[in-house]
T-cell receptor, first 113, second 113 residues
Framework: DQQVKQNSPSLSVQEGRISILNCDYT??????FLWYKKYPAEGPTFLIS?????DKNEDGRFTVFLNKSAKHLSLHIVPSQPGDSAVYFC????????????FGQGTRLTINP | DTEVTQTPKHLVMGMTNKKSLKCEQH?????MYWYKQKAKKPPELMFV???????INESVPSRFSPECPNSSLLNLHLHALQPEDSALYLC????????????FGEGSWLTVV
């Protein structure tokens, strides 16, 4: 039972355009969501997060949108840069003292010059 | 400073060996984690320590033995591993409260021969 799903294994975007990565979840108890970026042979790097009390959070070129009724979140990167090419993981957790993150399968983003 | 340091970066061990992976953080975080990641898969939670006590064990085989000597250190002792245990082992930490970001180290690449 996959509680966090990233249905697009890969995405290719032109440099300078907007990249939109999508994530769906099934567990209505999730109340905190995070996006991580991962280069090969490195650990995941935290990008941006959002609490379930918000529907948008912005940090520079990165914006995360949360639609609780649809159990859907998305990460927007604009403008996309070649260095953004990586695997992006969506993750979610419930309201617990120590977090148990549940990850999606990841989306490989390629930014083309 | 959001650094989680893992050693060694690479480890090759035989199936009869005993080895340890080490992790250190100096962010004052009270929760520490071990994740395992296979190629093209998302990280999978293994163990969570909260305030130096084991709070989550995701039914991990006993050939993996975690240890938390103090709030800054986390070890993973390895004994009698199988080749299928070869993976990237990720340490992470967080403040230990709901809604806090989990920060990952760069990982230790383990190869069991």
């Amino acid at each position: 039972d996959q509680q966090v799903k990233q249905n697009s294994p890969s995405l290719s975007v032109q440099e300078g355009r907007i990249s939109i990565l999508n994530c769906d979840y099934t567990n209505s108890m999730f109340d905190y969501f995070l996006w991580y970026k991962k280069y090969p042979a490195e650990g995941p790097t935290f990008l941006i997060s959002i609490s379930s009390i918000k529907d948008k959070n912005e940090d520079g070129r990165f914006t995360v949108f949360l639609n609780k009724s649809a159990k859907h979140l998305s990460l927007h990167i604009v403008p996309s840069q070649p260095g953004d090419s990586a695997v992006y993981f969506c993750a979610a957790s419930e309201n617990q003292g120590a977090q148990k993150l549940v990850f999606g399968q990841g989306t490989r983003l390629t930014i083309n010059p | 400073d959001t650094e989680v340091t893992q050693t060694p970066k690479h480890l090759v061990m035989g199936m009869t060996n005993k080895k340890s992976l080490k992790c250190e953080q100096h962010m004052g975080h009270r929760a520490m984690y071990w994740y395992k990641q296979k190629a093209k898969k998302p990280p999978e939670l293994m163990f969570v320590y909260s305030y130096e006590k084991l709070s989550i064990n995701e039914s991990v085989p006993s050939r993996f033995s975690p240890e938390c000597p103090n709030s800054s250190l986390l070890n993973l002792h390895l004994h009698a591993l199988q080749p299928e245990d070869s993976a990237l082992y990720l340490c992470a930490s967080s403040k230990g409260q709901s809604g806090n970001t989990i920060y990952f180290g760069e990982g230790s690449w383990l190869t069991v021969v």
